[in-house]
């Protein structure tokens, strides 16, 4: 489920980036996204 979200994200990212709209909410998602991504990469690890 998570890397469905973060894949949907970097890919409207990348559409946003080439087409030049929304940038600046794009990337701040994508952002949030990656913050959480190594959140729950630090909490697996130290579970």
């Known amino acids: 489920m998570l890397w469905t979200i973060i894949w949907i994200?970097?890919?409207?990212?990348?559409?946003?980036?080439?087409?030049?709209?929304?940038?600046?909410?794009?990337h701040?998602?994508?952002?949030?996204a990656l913050v959480v991504f190594i959140v729950r990469m630090i909490q697996g690890r130290t579970k």
């Open 9 to 26: 994200i970097i890919a409207i990212w990348l559409i946003g980036f080439v087409l030049d709209l929304v940038g600046g909410l794009i």
């Open 28 to 32: 701040i998602l994508l952002v949030i």
